[in-house]
Protein backbone atom coordinates (compact mmCIF):
# COMPACT_ATOMS: atom_id res chain seq x y z
CA UNK A 1 0.00 0.00 0.00
CA UNK A 2 2.90 2.42 0.83
CA UNK A 3 3.75 2.83 -2.83
CA UNK A 4 0.78 3.58 -4.16
CA UNK A 5 -0.41 7.06 -4.81
CA UNK A 6 -3.47 9.32 -5.12
CA UNK A 7 -6.76 8.48 -3.63
CA UNK A 8 -8.52 5.35 -3.52
CA UNK A 9 -12.07 4.92 -1.72
CA UNK A 10 -12.86 0.87 -0.79
CA UNK A 11 -16.81 1.36 -0.50
CA UNK A 12 -19.92 -0.56 -0.31
CA UNK A 13 -22.21 1.05 -3.20
CA UNK A 14 -25.31 0.97 -0.90
CA UNK A 15 -23.16 2.31 2.17
CA UNK A 16 -24.71 5.67 3.27
CA UNK A 17 -21.20 6.59 5.00
CA UNK A 18 -19.31 5.93 1.61
CA UNK A 19 -21.75 7.55 -0.32
CA UNK A 20 -20.68 10.87 1.73
CA UNK A 21 -17.00 10.44 1.00
CA UNK A 22 -17.86 10.31 -2.78
CA UNK A 23 -20.46 13.49 -2.74
CA UNK A 24 -17.31 15.30 -0.55
CA UNK A 25 -14.85 14.20 -3.91
CA UNK A 26 -17.29 14.94 -5.96
CA UNK A 27 -18.19 18.45 -4.83
CA UNK A 28 -14.10 19.43 -4.35
CA UNK A 29 -13.05 17.66 -8.28
CA UNK A 30 -10.72 15.46 -6.46
CA UNK A 31 -10.26 12.17 -8.76
CA UNK A 32 -9.99 8.96 -7.29
CA UNK A 33 -10.35 5.16 -7.78
CA UNK A 34 -13.47 3.58 -6.27
CA UNK A 35 -12.74 -0.10 -5.16
CA UNK A 36 -15.82 -1.78 -4.32
CA UNK A 37 -15.94 -4.11 -1.14
CA UNK A 38 -18.80 -6.92 -1.11
CA UNK A 39 -19.19 -6.93 2.31
CA UNK A 40 -22.31 -9.37 1.84
CA UNK A 41 -19.49 -12.01 1.16
CA UNK A 42 -17.04 -11.08 3.65
CA UNK A 43 -14.15 -8.04 4.11
CA UNK A 44 -11.33 -8.22 2.34
CA UNK A 45 -7.26 -8.30 3.43
CA UNK A 46 -6.95 -4.65 1.86
CA UNK A 47 -10.02 -2.86 4.19
CA UNK A 48 -9.21 -5.51 7.31
CA UNK A 49 -5.13 -3.66 6.78
CA UNK A 50 -6.24 -1.02 5.93
CA UNK A 51 -8.60 -0.30 8.99
CA UNK A 52 -7.83 -2.72 11.54
CA UNK A 53 -9.68 -1.38 14.26
CA UNK A 54 -13.41 -0.89 13.25
CA UNK A 55 -12.93 -3.34 10.41
CA UNK A 56 -15.76 -0.85 8.51
CA UNK A 57 -15.72 0.82 5.27
CA UNK A 58 -15.13 3.52 3.97
CA UNK A 59 -11.27 3.89 4.03
CA UNK A 60 -9.79 6.66 1.93
CA UNK A 61 -5.98 6.05 0.91
CA UNK A 62 -4.02 9.25 0.01
CA UNK A 63 -0.72 8.38 -1.22
CA UNK A 64 -1.33 4.82 0.65
CA UNK A 65 -2.18 5.89 4.09
CA UNK A 66 -5.33 5.19 5.20
CA UNK A 67 -8.14 7.77 6.89
CA UNK A 68 -11.05 6.04 8.16
CA UNK A 69 -14.57 6.69 9.35
CA UNK A 70 -16.38 8.67 6.97
CA UNK A 71 -16.92 12.75 9.00
CA UNK A 72 -12.85 12.38 9.99
CA UNK A 73 -12.52 11.59 6.23
CA UNK A 74 -14.01 15.02 5.15
CA UNK A 75 -12.87 16.62 7.64
CA UNK A 76 -9.51 15.11 6.24
CA UNK A 77 -10.25 16.30 2.60
CA UNK A 78 -10.68 19.96 4.04
CA UNK A 79 -7.73 19.92 5.21
CA UNK A 80 -5.76 17.64 2.89
CA UNK A 81 -6.58 19.78 -0.34
CA UNK A 82 -7.01 23.32 0.53
CA UNK A 83 -7.41 24.37 -2.76
CA UNK A 84 -10.24 22.73 -3.99
CA UNK A 85 -13.75 23.77 -3.26
CA UNK A 86 -14.36 23.67 0.42
CA UNK A 87 -17.43 22.48 1.91
CA UNK A 88 -17.14 23.30 5.75
CA UNK A 89 -17.08 27.40 6.29
CA UNK A 90 -14.57 30.10 6.96
CA UNK A 91 -16.16 31.15 10.50
CA UNK A 92 -14.90 29.11 13.30
CA UNK A 93 -18.29 29.30 14.41
CA UNK A 94 -19.83 28.21 11.52
CA UNK A 95 -17.12 25.41 10.98
CA UNK A 96 -18.56 24.11 14.81
CA UNK A 97 -21.91 24.27 13.83
CA UNK A 98 -21.70 22.59 10.46
CA UNK A 99 -19.49 19.72 12.19
CA UNK A 100 -22.06 19.77 15.08
CA UNK A 101 -25.47 19.02 13.45
CA UNK A 102 -22.71 16.47 10.82
CA UNK A 103 -22.07 14.56 13.97
CA UNK A 104 -25.82 14.94 14.94
CA UNK A 105 -26.80 12.74 11.14
CA UNK A 106 -24.11 10.55 11.84
CA UNK A 107 -25.29 9.19 15.34
CA UNK A 108 -29.04 9.24 15.23
CA UNK A 109 -30.17 8.39 11.78
CA UNK A 110 -28.77 5.11 10.78
CA UNK A 111 -29.20 3.78 13.85
CA UNK A 112 -32.91 4.94 14.52
CA UNK A 113 -33.67 3.74 10.80
CA UNK A 114 -32.08 0.35 11.25
CA UNK A 115 -34.20 -0.07 14.37
CA UNK A 116 -37.33 0.84 11.84
CA UNK A 117 -37.06 -2.30 10.00
CA UNK A 118 -35.30 -4.56 11.96
CA UNK A 119 -37.82 -4.71 15.24
CA UNK A 120 -41.77 -4.86 15.58
CA UNK A 121 -44.23 -3.72 18.66
CA UNK A 122 -43.09 -1.38 21.24
CA UNK A 123 -39.75 -1.04 20.40
CA UNK A 124 -40.48 -0.26 16.47
CA UNK A 125 -42.96 2.35 17.96
CA UNK A 126 -40.59 4.03 20.12
CA UNK A 127 -37.97 3.88 17.05
CA UNK A 128 -40.79 5.51 14.91
CA UNK A 129 -41.20 8.13 17.63
CA UNK A 130 -37.13 8.81 17.84
CA UNK A 131 -37.19 9.13 13.73
CA UNK A 132 -39.90 11.63 14.20
CA UNK A 133 -38.20 14.29 16.01
CA UNK A 134 -34.80 13.46 14.79
CA UNK A 135 -36.71 14.70 11.42
CA UNK A 136 -38.21 17.66 13.03
CA UNK A 137 -35.44 18.50 14.87
CA UNK A 138 -33.09 18.65 11.44
CA UNK A 139 -35.96 20.48 9.66
CA UNK A 140 -35.69 23.45 12.05
CA UNK A 141 -32.01 23.23 12.00
CA UNK A 142 -32.35 23.68 8.25
CA UNK A 143 -35.37 26.60 8.85
CA UNK A 144 -35.79 28.37 5.62
CA UNK A 145 -32.32 28.45 4.08
CA UNK A 146 -31.58 25.78 0.31
CA UNK A 147 -29.09 23.90 2.36
CA UNK A 148 -27.50 23.61 5.89
CA UNK A 149 -24.64 25.73 4.39
CA UNK A 150 -26.99 28.57 3.95
CA UNK A 151 -27.18 29.18 -0.33
CA UNK A 152 -24.57 26.98 -0.39
CA UNK A 153 -24.08 23.18 -0.51
CA UNK A 154 -21.93 21.85 2.34
CA UNK A 155 -20.30 19.86 4.94
CA UNK A 156 -24.10 18.82 6.63
CA UNK A 157 -25.59 18.33 3.32
CA UNK A 158 -22.82 15.93 2.11
CA UNK A 159 -22.94 13.81 5.46
CA UNK A 160 -26.41 14.08 5.34
CA UNK A 161 -27.48 13.77 1.53
CA UNK A 162 -26.94 9.67 1.46
CA UNK A 163 -29.86 9.32 3.83
CA UNK A 164 -32.62 10.73 1.11
CA UNK A 165 -32.08 7.42 -0.44
CA UNK A 166 -33.26 5.87 2.89
CA UNK A 167 -36.50 7.99 3.28
CA UNK A 168 -38.72 5.91 1.08
CA UNK A 169 -37.84 2.83 3.44
CA UNK A 170 -38.22 4.95 6.36
CA UNK A 171 -41.66 6.11 5.39
CA UNK A 172 -42.69 2.20 4.87
CA UNK A 173 -41.80 0.53 8.07
CA UNK A 174 -42.05 3.57 9.93
CA UNK A 175 -45.99 4.28 8.18
CA UNK A 176 -45.37 7.83 8.16
CA UNK A 177 -44.80 11.09 5.27
CA UNK A 178 -41.32 13.08 4.95
CA UNK A 179 -43.31 16.08 3.52
CA UNK A 180 -45.82 16.09 6.52
CA UNK A 181 -43.49 15.52 9.21
CA UNK A 182 -40.30 17.89 7.88
CA UNK A 183 -41.42 19.40 4.64
CA UNK A 184 -38.54 21.54 4.59
CA UNK A 185 -36.11 18.19 4.79
CA UNK A 186 -38.35 16.78 2.18
CA UNK A 187 -37.74 19.69 -0.04
CA UNK A 188 -33.77 20.03 0.40
CA UNK A 189 -33.39 16.29 0.12
CA UNK A 190 -35.06 17.38 -3.75
CA UNK A 191 -32.83 19.79 -4.14
CA UNK A 192 -30.16 17.81 -3.00
CA UNK A 193 -31.19 14.98 -5.64
CA UNK A 194 -30.60 17.61 -8.46
CA UNK A 195 -26.69 18.14 -7.75
CA UNK A 196 -24.53 16.19 -9.87
CA UNK A 197 -22.34 15.10 -7.18
CA UNK A 198 -25.46 13.37 -4.99
CA UNK A 199 -27.35 11.96 -8.04
CA UNK A 200 -24.42 10.20 -9.64
CA UNK A 201 -23.37 8.79 -5.58
CA UNK A 202 -26.78 7.61 -4.87
CA UNK A 203 -28.98 4.64 -6.07
CA UNK A 204 -32.47 4.92 -6.16
CA UNK A 205 -34.83 4.72 -3.51
CA UNK A 206 -36.33 1.27 -4.76
CA UNK A 207 -33.17 -0.43 -4.53
CA UNK A 208 -32.39 0.87 -1.32
CA UNK A 209 -35.69 -0.76 0.00
CA UNK A 210 -35.13 -4.05 -1.80
CA UNK A 211 -31.36 -4.30 -0.45
CA UNK A 212 -32.85 -4.12 3.37
CA UNK A 213 -34.79 -6.88 2.12
CA UNK A 214 -32.11 -8.90 1.82
CA UNK A 215 -30.65 -8.12 5.10
CA UNK A 216 -34.22 -8.63 6.48
CA UNK A 217 -33.78 -12.52 4.78
CA UNK A 218 -29.80 -12.47 5.63
CA UNK A 219 -30.74 -11.49 9.55
CA UNK A 220 -33.59 -13.59 10.00
CA UNK A 221 -35.87 -11.16 10.05
CA UNK A 222 -39.76 -11.37 9.02
Same mark, same amino acid.
Given at each position: ?25 ? !?????? !??? !? ?8 ? =?? @? =??? $? ?8 ? *? ?7 ? @? ?12 ? $? ?11 ? +???? +? ?11 ? =? ?5 ? %??? +? ?41 ? *? ?9 ? +? ?13 ? %? ?19 ? @? ?7
Amino acid at each position: MAGEKGLVLLDFWVSPFGQRVRIALA !EKGLPY !EYV !EEDLMAGKSD =RL @L =RSN $PVHKKIPVLL *HDGRPVNES @LIILQYLEDAFPDA $PALLPSDPYARAQ +ARFW +ADYVDKKVYDCGS =RLWKLKG %EPQ +AQARAEMLEILKTLDGALGDKPFFGGDKFGFVDAAFAPFTAWF *HSYERYGEFSL +AEVAPKIAAWAKRCG %ERESVAKSLYSPDKVYDFIGL @LKKKYGIE
